[in-house]
């Protein structure tokens, strides 16, 4: 038997915050490592010891294997848990951990070599008879054989994945896939597959010891995906609970997977399947996974406790936990879901689910649980992925867990940046989700510009707007030397309005005129409002309706110029706005901006030259992914102020093209 004292893990926010977690409970002590740009990470403040590692890439940092194994080594730990992402699937890193009289707290070198290649696992699971999708070489890829999909061999989460529909644009596309699989796990090998346009994404979890006993703990399916990468997750599978003996055939099928690699520990044996419950081998994940939380869930187990056990060389019981009730598990992103999923950067001012979620705990009782990296006042950079948090449901019913997890993010406060909560609320909200018809085509079928449309209607909207500008009189008038007790606004004698200024990155510029007289609030273009309170912070309205008015809550905040507001209608934000703007401050028209920090990595037109709407006109990396800077309409590309290898910061201007008019037309 082996003992465990120490873990160092060598990963970062939550992923290190979640093994930390199951750490403490079994009094087991905590090692995390942090590059420059994680330094005041809240897993860093949370572990034992802390060992720097200098720079801010991952290249330079979490994917140094020799680092991680010194900085173990330097804080005293006797083991090593890879997380999940960097070097979770690395088989050298694995080996070395050992070498270096470490324990590894994962699957043995031969397992994870075996399932490190794509390419070889599948032959090996096919000769082990689990069903596969063939795997197809890129350059013998022929038109009828389209639409195929490009995946990196060693690695997974949307990096280096692209779906390709004309054989026009394979070498491109193999050449950007190529370029993020090494970006993001230091191997360039891609290959290619059938594409099924329609599918479910079923995923199996194992748990095996060292005597030989190999579970199947349960399924989870992540369907609704962008990008190839999840959004949704749960367990169990809606589609496997409708199918007769479906559940019997994968579970069969992941136990001989698991067997014929010799594994042991954590894993995820990957499934895509049909509506007919009929299902192919995609890949192995010999590792924890990112959505293991609603497993632990629907089984009570702990997925780390057990790994950790399994490491010291204990058995599990030979019978495994029988499932119960359903839980689903989200993925907020500071991304923009309308604007093709860009991602954001800059401080998160708040994060804040309420104080019944419970933060990296299996839940025993309906209710949410929060798995993140980041607290109030984070930063996202541009380094590692834009995840801020999982936000995970457990209830007695599938219907149950959605409304409970929709009801959360609805009142969650969320500060800072631009996420994907609102499409997050209206998939779990949406008929075909609550029905269980979900398929990796799910957002292309609704139609991302609805799923991703605000929460708060236009009129919503500017209801909240109005509450802010009489919250940010009530702040004026709080900090004002004279007459600060009196009403805001408020005048004995006809006056003019007072107005406040604000944009709206969803509606644009509003302007809020209001008048607070003897016979109460005015409001230009808004009849029979009525202010019962406003302070700083909170503002309380009657609001007209055609049953009688209602009465609203709003809660304010502010940012310097953001200022939020959250109410049951939906949350707002918009920028407070100067009564008179700066002319040097404004932007031409048909500009293209940087819309996160990153590096120019290509350029696909010049100066002077004609383009077209939607043409490619650099490529920016940040994030760990490549994203297009694309012409906004047909024009004349007039300036491009970047070059290949520039650092860009957020809101530069990269280039700009001028509309085709009269005047441009030839």
Known sequence: MTTISTVLVANRGEIARRVFATCRRMGLGTVAVYSDADAESPHVREADAAIRLPGNTPGETYLRADLLIEAALAAGADAVHPGYGFLSENADFARAVGEAGLTWIGPPVTAIEQMGSKVESKKMMDAAGVPVLAELNPAEVTAAMLPVLIKASAGGGGRGMRVVRSLDELPGQLEAARREAESAFGDPTVFCERYLETGRHIEVQVMADTHGTVWAVGERECSIQRRHQKVVEEAPSPLV??????????????????????????????????????????????????????????????????????????????????????????????????????????????????????????????????????????????????????????????????????????????????????????????????????????????????????????????????????????????????????????????????????????????????????????????????????????????????????????????????????????????????????????????????????????????????????????????????????????GVLTELNVTAGQQVDVGAVLAVVQAADDNTQE
């Open 241 to 634: 609970e409708k199918i007769d003996s479906m559940r019997e055939r994968l579970f069969e099928a992941a136990r001989l997977a698991a067997e014929a690699i010799g594994y042991e520990g954590a894993g995820t044996v990957e499934f895509l399947a049909d509506d007919k419950g009929e299902f192919f081998f995609l890949e192995m994940n010999t590792r924890l996974q990112v959505e293991h939380p609603v497993t632990e869930n629907t089984t009570g187990l702990d997925l780390v406790r057990l790994q950790l056990q399994v490491a010291q060389g204990q058995r599990l019981p030979a019978k495994q936990p029988a499932l119960h009730g359903h839980s689903i598990e989200v993925r907020l992103y500071a991304e923009d879901p309308a604007q093709d999923w860009q991602p954001q950067s800059g401080t998160v001012y708040r994060l804040d689910l309420g104080s019944t979620a419970a933060e990296f705990e299996v839940l025993d009782r309906p209710g949410i649980r929060l798995d993140s990296g980041v607290v109030d006042g984070s930063v996202v950079g541009v380094h590692y992925d834009p995840m801020l948090a999982k936000v995970i449901s457990y209830g007695e019913t599938r219907e149950e867990a959605a409304r409970l997890l929709a009801t959360a993010l609805r009142r969650a406060r969320i500060h800072g940046l631009v996420t994907n909560r609102d499409l997050l609320v209206r998939v779990l909200e949406h008929p075909a989700f609550l029905a269980g018809d979900t398929d990796t085509a799910f957002f292309d079928r609704h139609g991302l510009d609805v799923l991703s449309a605000p929460l708060a209607s236009q009129a919503d909207e500017r209801l909240s707007i109005v509450a802010a500008a009489l919250a940010d009189a009530a702040h004026n008038r709080s900090r004002a030397r004279v007459g600060c007790g009196l009403p805001t606004g408020w005048r004995n004698l006809p006056s003019q309005p007072q107005s406040k200024f604000y944009d709206s990155r969803v509606s644009g510029k509003h302007e809020i005129r209001y008048r607070i007289t003897r016979a109460g609030l005015e409001v230009e273009g808004t009849d029979g409002l009525e202010l019962v309170e406003a302070t700083p912070v909170s503002v309380t309205l009657l609001v007209p309706g055609e049953r009688g008015a209602v009465r609203r809550n709003f809660e304010i905040a502010r940012y310097r110029d953001l200022v939020t507001v959250d109410s049951p209608l939906g949350p707002v934000a918009v920028r407070r706005l100067p009564r008179f703007e700066d002319p040097s401050e404004h932007i031409a028209e048909g500009s293209l901006l940087a819309p996160m920090p990153g590096s120019v990595i290509r350029l696909a037109a010049e100066a002077g030259e004609r383009v077209a709407k939607g043409q490619p006109i650099l490529w920016l990396e940040a994030m760990k992914m490549e994203h297009t800077i694309a012409a906004p309409a047909d």
